[in-house]
């Protein structure tokens, strides 16, 4: 996103939209299609050390959440904190994070933040092979690409899971 911007990083006021995605990906001759994961680059990803500003960063637009997920790709990410633009209210949906609900909530879509995409945009890899392997947590923790492995019931299980996913929209 922030190369067919043409910048280093989207600034923080400057957001994401369905019409962004669609032809940043013509431009960069990549059709979307069912099952894909769709990471965006907003060049955020190089301000990790700099807290203050990596906070403050670019998000995704309702409209473009709801474009991806008529495209019905499996997961989403970015190099932000979070997917959404954050403080803002969306026109349509008269929430905030619209992305978490059109997404997670309405379609299932898993969506990944603080992906570091510096060096997939530095070698121009606009299609590649792309591995999710759950992170290593403690028994009572979530994760959303973790399968849980432990003795309590399936029932238990799903009730965690739905209060990690309620806990990602507050």
Known sequence: MAKYRGVDAIASDQHVTRADL???????????????????????????KD?????????VRGDAS??????K?????ADNVAWDVLNEVDPELHVTLPGHIILLVR?????????FLED??????????FVCLPS?????????FARSRSRRSKKARKLEM???TRNCIR
Do not use: M
């Open 22 to 48: 669609e032809a940043t990906a013509s431009q960069q001759e990549v059709t979307i299609r069912e099952g894909d994961v769709v990471l965006v680059r907003t060049g955020n990803g190089a301000r990790w």
């Open 51 to 59: 807290p203050e500003v990596y906070l403050a960063s670019a998000g």
């Open 66 to 71: 709801q474009w991806l997920a008529d495209q």
């Open 73 to 77: 790709v499996r997961a989403v990410g």
């Open 107 to 115: 379609h299932g879509i898993h969506i990944l933040e603080n992906v």
């Open 120 to 129: 997939l945009a530095r070698d121009q890899r606009h299609e590649f092979l």
């Open 136 to 144: 290593k947590f403690k028994e009572e923790q979530v994760h959303p």
């Open 162 to 164: 739905q209060s990690a």
